[in-house]
């Protein structure tokens, strides 16, 4: 399910300067659920909200040679390092990175996946905006449903302000999600929790 070693080993290099860096990236049962879910449904073509450095992206574009990637980052830094990943991986020519903030990219083509993994509090956002870029069957996966946690304690015990502000925006979109007629959503224990949304009536 890799295309080859030197690129596994690449991508694991990539992972170990990201979490020394304190980057942000995929539990590693995330980022194996995403490239099994690729496998069996044979997605092709996906869009991230995320980028980050560029490991989850690396990732799935490690499962086969087919697979083409658009993916958004608004942070500079990270967007730069992310070129810099995918042109040392060699993978790059199928790669489209945005540097801007996805609420403000406007986006037309179609997408088998779209996984949302950008600013915590915007999903419901997120998900409006690109809604309209899926196939017929496309998938909307949505990364850290429980925030670390987080999403499930009870409110007076977490001390942070803005950290509540954020588990009461997922929790929201938990709802917005269960509440959206338009789409089945189910949420998985998978790494730090998944949403997993499909058209209704396939
Ligand atoms: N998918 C990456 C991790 C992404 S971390 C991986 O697993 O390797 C989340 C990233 O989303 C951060 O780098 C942050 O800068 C970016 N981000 C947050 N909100 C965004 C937005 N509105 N538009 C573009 N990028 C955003
Ligand atoms: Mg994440």
Same mark, same amino acid.
């Given at each position: 399910?890799?295309?080859?070693?030197?690129?596994?080993?690449?991508?694991?290099?990539?992972?170990?300067?990201?979490?020394?860096?304190?980057?942000?990236?995929?539990?590693?049962?995330?980022?194996?659920?995403?490239?099994?879910?690729?496998?069996?449904?044979?997605?092709?073509?996906?869009?991230?909200?995320?980028?980050?450095?560029?490991?989850?992206?690396?990732?799935?574009?490690?499962?086969?040679?087919?697979?083409? *990637?658009?993916?958004?980052? +608004?942070?500079?830094? +990270?967007?730069?390092?992310? *070129?810099?990943?995918?042109?040392?991986?060699? *993978?790059?020519?199928?790669?489209?990175?945005?540097?801007?903030?996805?609420?403000?990219?406007?986006?037309?083509?179609?997408?088998? *996946?779209?996984?949302?993994?950008?600013?915590?509090?915007?999903?419901?956002?997120?998900?409006?905006k690109f809604q309209k870029n899926l196939t017929e069957k496309g998938t909307i996966i949505t990364d850290n449903?429980?925030?670390?946690?987080?999403?499930?304690?009870?409110?007076?015990?977490?001390?942070?302000?803005?950290? +509540?502000?954020?588990?009461?925006?997922?929790?929201?979109?938990?709802?917005?999600?269960?509440?959206?007629?338009?789409?089945?959503?189910?949420?998985?224990?998978?790494?730090?929790?998944?949403?997993?949304?499909?058209?209704?009536?396939?």
């Amino acid at each position: 399910m890799i295309i080859n070693n030197e690129l596994e080993a690449f991508i694991k290099q990539v992972k170990k300067e990201a979490l020394e860096k304190d980057v942000p990236i995929m539990e590693d049962d995330t980022i194996n659920y995403i490239k099994k879910y690729i496998v069996e449904n044979k997605v092709k073509r996906i869009l991230e909200i995320g980028t980050a450095v560029g490991y989850s992206g690396l990732n799935y574009l490690s499962v086969d040679y087919d697979i083409s *990637l658009v993916t958004i980052e +608004r942070d500079e830094n +990270r967007y730069l390092k992310a *070129l810099q990943n995918f042109k040392e991986s060699g *993978l790059e020519s199928r790669v489209d990175i945005i540097f801007k903030d996805a609420l403000e990219v406007d986006i037309t083509d179609k997408f088998d *996946l779209v996984i949302l993994d950008g600013a915590k509090g915007q999903n419901i956002n997120f998900f409006n905006k690109f809604q309209k870029n899926l196939t017929e069957k496309g998938t909307i996966i949505t990364d850290n449903m429980y925030l670390h946690g987080y999403v499930e304690k009870e409110e007076e015990d977490i001390t942070s302000r803005n950290l +509540r502000a954020l588990v009461r925006k997922i929790k929201e979109y938990h709802k917005f999600l269960e509440d959206n007629e338009e789409y089945d959503s189910e949420i998985l224990k998978v790494g730090d929790g998944i949403a997993i949304s499909q058209k209704h009536n396939l």
